[in-house]
């Protein structure tokens, strides 16, 4: 799991959603898992402040 966040997070910074994915900027992450066998998917959730 934490190999996809490195990309996750990579697309982030590469699209000018994110500056840095550093400490400063990351403060954690929560993994939840779901079956929808008929909308099958992958949803990521940004939490932010301000910035």
Do not use: S
Not at 16 to 41: A, M, Q, S
């Amino acid at each position: 799991m934490a190999f996809a966040k490195k990309f996750i997070l990579d697309g982030f910074q590469q699209c000018g959603f994110l500056d840095n994915d550093n400490l400063k900027h990351i403060t954690g992450f929560v993994d939840e898992f779901y079956i929808d066998k008929e909308h099958p998917r992958v949803e990521i959730e940004a939490l932010g402040g301000q910035p």
